[in-house]
């Protein structure tokens, strides 16, 4: 599907809805923000009610075709808790978490879609926060309004924690660290963020542990004090260990068999919008990332 960006500038404060409906029907205009296709200064959007100001930067990329609205499809799906407010899944390296340019069929939303559907006669759910389509584990949807809206506050206010694992190149000399240094949207590469030589920077804050040293790479437990898009993955560039398989951040190695970061996220803990019990859901690592230490570890 081909797909056509268009360009607009907001003349004064006003929800995004509002503006993108002074352009398109009203279908046309929740439909591209409902599918992930709307960017404001670089970033996706997909909240109507997010207020645009004058000097933002409002791309729309525009499908040259049908309607976009996703499907229910029935693809296996690895439920690791289920409620009635919510779900946590552990999602596969290489399946997107929702539509996106080039990804509209066989992601997460697609499959939740049809589980839903079957399970609850509904497909009422959101996705509170994302993972990468090639990294791997623990991600949150919520079912209710209430769980959206509990769910979405612990993820802003960093009260939900995300804790990852991730095989990097090289010797991490140090057993333990804290990378803070501010990321933006790299001025070079719009497809990836960056520490250097990039715009719209915000604080972010990185943790890591060494859990395991091998000849030619380093095996970390990280965690993070902040959420932004490429986070983790940005960071270990910066610091010159990029995660094995990112060759978006640097890497050199591929991994074996599969495309993309070595990247898990392991565990996620949150407040439960209901009881109030504190929880903690991990996923184990997939085969392909434990096969990989295995292997390094034998040849020691």
């Given at each position: 599907m081909e797909f056509k960006e268009e360009f607009y500038t907001a003349d004064g404060e006003m929800p995004l809805l509002q503006l993108l409906l002074e352009h398109y029907k009203p279908y046309r205009a929740r439909e591209l923000i409902r599918n992930n296709l709307v960017l404001v200064n670089d970033r996706v959007v997909n909240r109507k009610s997010f207020i645009v100001v004058p000097g933002d930067r409002i791309m729309a990329n525009v499908p040259?075709?049908?309607?976009?609205?996703?499907?229910?499809?029935?693809?296996?799906?690895?439920?690791?808790?289920?409620?009635?407010?919510?779900?946590?899944?552990?999602?596969?390296?290489?399946?997107?978490?929702?539509g996106c340019p080039g990804h509209y069929n066989g992601t997460l939303q697609n499959a939740l879609l049809f589980h839903m559907n079957e399970?609850?006669?509904?497909?009422?759910?959101?996705?509170?926060?994302?993972?990468?389509?090639?990294?791997?584990?623990?991600?949150l949807a919520a079912k209710t309004k209430n769980s959206r809206r509990s769910l979405s506050a612990q993820i802003n206010d960093h009260t939900c924690c995300r804790e990852y694992i991730a095989l990097t190149e090289g010797n991490v000399e140090a057993d333990s660290g804290t990378i803070d240094r501010p990321i933006g949207r790299s001025i070079d590469n719009r497809m990836k963020y960056s520490t250097v030589n990039c715009y719209d920077e915000k604080p972010c804050i990185t943790k890591y542990q060494v859990l395991?040293?091998?000849?030619?790479?380093?095996?970390?437990?990280?965690?993070?004090?902040?959420?932004?898009t490429h986070q983790i993955r940005a960071h270990m560039e910066s610091i010159g260990h990029p995660i094995i398989g990112d060759t978006l951040y640097g890497s050199i190695v591929e991994p074996e068999?599969?495309?993309?970061?070595?990247?898990?996220?392991?565990?996620?803990?949150f407040t439960h919008p209901v009881t109030g019990e504190r929880m903690m859901i991990k996923a184990p690592l997939p085969e392909y990332f434990r096969h990989m230490i295995e292997a390094r570890r034998s040849s020691e």
């Amino acid at each position: 599907m081909e797909f056509k960006e268009e360009f607009y500038t907001a003349d004064g404060e006003m929800p995004l809805l509002q503006l993108l409906l002074e352009h398109y029907k009203p279908y046309r205009a929740r439909e591209l923000i409902r599918n992930n296709l709307v960017l404001v200064n670089d970033r996706v959007v997909n909240r109507k009610s997010f207020i645009v100001v004058p000097g933002d930067r409002i791309m729309a990329n525009v499908p040259q075709g049908k309607a976009l609205d996703p499907v229910p499809e029935n693809i296996p799906v690895d439920i690791l808790y289920e409620d009635d407010e919510l779900l946590v899944i552990n999602k596969p390296k290489g399946m997107p978490v929702s539509g996106c340019p080039g990804h509209y069929n066989g992601t997460l939303q697609n499959a939740l879609l049809f589980h839903m559907n079957e399970n609850y006669r509904t497909q009422s759910f959101h996705f509170p926060h994302r993972i990468d389509m090639n990294t791997s584990g623990c991600i949150l949807a919520a079912k209710t309004k209430n769980s959206r809206r509990s769910l979405s506050a612990q993820i802003n206010d960093h009260t939900c924690c995300r804790e990852y694992i991730a095989l990097t190149e090289g010797n991490v000399e140090a057993d333990s660290g804290t990378i803070d240094r501010p990321i933006g949207r790299s001025i070079d590469n719009r497809m990836k963020y960056s520490t250097v030589n990039c715009y719209d920077e915000k604080p972010c804050i990185t943790k890591y542990q060494v859990l395991e040293r091998f000849e030619d790479s380093t095996l970390l437990h990280i965690t993070l004090e902040t959420g932004r898009t490429h986070q983790i993955r940005a960071h270990m560039e910066s610091i010159g260990h990029p995660i094995i398989g990112d060759t978006l951040y640097g890497s050199i190695v591929e991994p074996e068999g599969l495309p993309g970061q070595t990247l898990h996220a392991e565990s996620i803990s949150f407040t439960h919008p209901v009881t109030g019990e504190r929880m903690m859901i991990k996923a184990p690592l997939p085969e392909y990332f434990r096969h990989m230490i295995e292997a390094r570890r034998s040849s020691e």
